[in-house]
C-alpha cells in the first residue's frame, strides 16, 4: 500500500472514531465545547504520534527479540502511562504556553482507547516503521477532524429542541452515527 | 453508607447500569455489537477482568500508596487482561478473531479503571467482588442486548453459539434486513436510541 492510500484509509476510510469506534468516551466527553474539542485533539495528535512510534520500536526491538509478544499489553499501557506523564512534566517546564492548552486533556489521554488502539493496529497489520508513524499521526488527524465536526454539529444542538429522554448523550450519539454516516461514503475508495 | 451484598450487586444491573447509566466504556460498546454472540463474549471478557482486578485491588488497598494508586490499577488490570488474551487465544479462537483489538483494549475500558478507582479501592473484599460482578453481569446484558438488536434488524435472524437462533424473516415475511444496522452508523443510532428508551423507562 503507498502512502497516499495509507493516509487517505487513516483519515477517512478507517477513521480510528466513526468506522473503528475508538476513542468513543473523550469523543462525546469533550465535543460540548469547541475549545475543549479543539484542545483535546492537539493533544491526541501530539501523544499520538510519539507513542505510536516508541510502542512499535519497543514492540521490534525488545519484545520480538527476547520472546516477550505476550507482554504486549502490559508493555503497552505502561509506555503510554509513564509517556503521558512524561510529556506532562516537559510541557510544563518548557513550553508552558502549550502545557495551559493541553494542560488537562493529557492526563485523560491515559485511557483513551484511540492511542492504545492505533498502537496495537500499528503492530497487527505489520507496519514498518515509517508507516506506523505516517499511520498514527494519520490516524490522530482523522480523530481530531471528526471530533471538531462533531463539537461544531453539538453546539448547534444545543439551540434545538429536544425531547426530554433524548437529551444530552442520546441526541449526541445519534448524531454521531449521523456522521458516521457521511464518513461511511469513502468505504472502499481504498 | 453500609450495603448488603446483595444490594451491591444488583445496582450493576438497572441503577448504575454499564453502559447507559455510566456512560463508560462506550468502545467496545459499540465496536464489537455487530452480533449478540460477539458482544455477549466481549461481556464475558470484561467481566472476568472486572471481578479480578476488583478482588485483587480490594486485597491490595492497604498496601497501595495513594500517590501511585492509578498506575498500580493499571498494570493489575493489565495483567487480568493478558490472562483472558491468553485463555481466548487458547479456547476461543474464532471469537477471539471476532474481537480481535477490543480485547487488548479492556485494558482502557474506562468501566474497570473507573470501578478500581470509586469502588475497589475504598470496600471490602467481598463488597467489591459483588461490585464487579454486578457490573460486570450488566455490561453483558448491555451488549448482549444490543448485540441482539443489531443481529436482528440486520441480518433478520439472531444465533448464539449454534445452539439457541431466531429467525425475524421467517416470522414475519414481509420483514426486509437493513445492513445498515450492523454497519457502522448503525451502532451509533441504535446505541443512542436504546440509551432514549432507557432514560425514558427509568424517569
Not at chain 1, 76 to 90: D, G, T
Not at chain 2, 16 to 29: D, H, I, K, Q, Y
Request: hydrophobic letters at 55%; aromatic letters at 12%.
Amino acid at each position: 500500500m503507498g502512502y497516499f492510500e495509507l493516509i487517505i484509509a487513516c483519515i477517512f476510510v478507517n477513521n480510528i472514531l466513526l468506522a473503528q469506534f475508538l476513542g468513543n468516551c473523550p469523543f462525546l466527553g469533550t465535543s460540548k465545547k469547541m475549545e475543549t474539542a479543539i484542545g483535546m485533539a492537539m493533544a491526541v495528535i501530539f501523544v499520538l504520534v510519539v507513542a505510536g512510534t516508541i510502542t512499535w520500536v519497543i514492540y521490534t526491538y525488545i519484545l520480538v527479540k527476547f520472546g516477550l509478544v505476550y507482554l504486549r499489553t502490559m508493555a503497552f499501557i505502561v509506555v503510554i502511562a509513564s509517556l503521558v506523564q512524561f510529556v506532562e512534566m516537559f510541557l510544563k517546564k518548557s513550553i508552558p504556553a502549550l502545557y495551559a492548552g493541553l494542560g488537562i486533556f493529557l492526563p485523560l489521554i491515559t485511557t483513551n482507547c484511540a492511542v492504545m488502539g492505533v498502537c496495537v493496529l500499528n503492530i497487527d497489520k505489520e507496519f514498518t516503521f515509517l508507516q506506523s508513524l505516517v499511520a498514527s499521526f494519520f490516524y490522530a488527524a482523522g480523530f481530531g477532524l471528526a471530533l471538531i465536526l462533531f463539537a461544531g454539529l453539538r453546539e448547534r444542538i444545543l439551540l434545538a429542541r429536544v425531547p426530554k429522554p433524548l437529551q444530552d448523550t442520546s441526541i449526541a450519539l445519534v448524531t454521531a452515527g449521523m456522521i458516521s454516516l457521511a464518513f461511511f461514503a469513502f468505504q472502499g475508495m481504498v | 453508607m453500609p450495603k448488603t451484598l446483595v444490594q451491591e450487586f444488583t445496582k450493576g444491573l438497572w441503577q448504575e447500569l454499564p453502559p447507559f447509566r455510566l456512560v463508560l466504556g462506550l468502545c467496545p460498546t459499540l465496536g464489537v455489537t455487530t452480533s449478540m454472540e460477539n458482544g455477549l463474549g466481549m461481556g464475558i471478557a470484561t467481566t472476568f477482568v472486572l471481578v479480578g482486578s476488583n478482588l485483587l485491588i480490594s486485597m491490595l488497598r492497604s498496601m497501595i500508596p495513594p500517590k501511585v494508586r492509578i498506575a498500580c490499577f493499571i498494570i493489575i488490570i493489565a495483567a487480568f487482561v493478558t490472562i483472558v488474551e491468553l485463555l481466548m487465544q487458547a479456547y476461543t479462537y474464532p471469537l477471539y478473531l471476532k474481537l480481535g483489538v477490543f480485547i487488548p483494549l479492556i485494558v482502557v475500558n474506562c468501566i474497570v479503571l473507573g470501578r478500581a478507582e470509586a469502588f475497589a479501592y475504598k470496600n471490602k473484599v467481598s463488597l467489591s467482588m459483588a461490585d464487579g460482578m454486578g457490573i460486570g453481569l450488566g455490561f453483558t446484558m448491555a451488549l448482549g442486548a444490543l448485540g441482539a438488536v443489531r443481529e436482528l434488524l440486520g441480518h433478520g435472524s439472531v444465533t448464539v453459539w449454534g445452539d439457541f437462533s431466531y429467525n425475524l424473516s421467517a416470522s414475519f415475511p414481509s420483514f426486509q434486513p437493513f445492513s445498515f444496522m450492523v454497519q457502522a452508523p448503525g451502532a451509533f443510532i441504535c446505541l443512542g436510541l436504546m440509551l432514549c428508551l432507557i432514560n425514558a423507562v427509568g424517569d
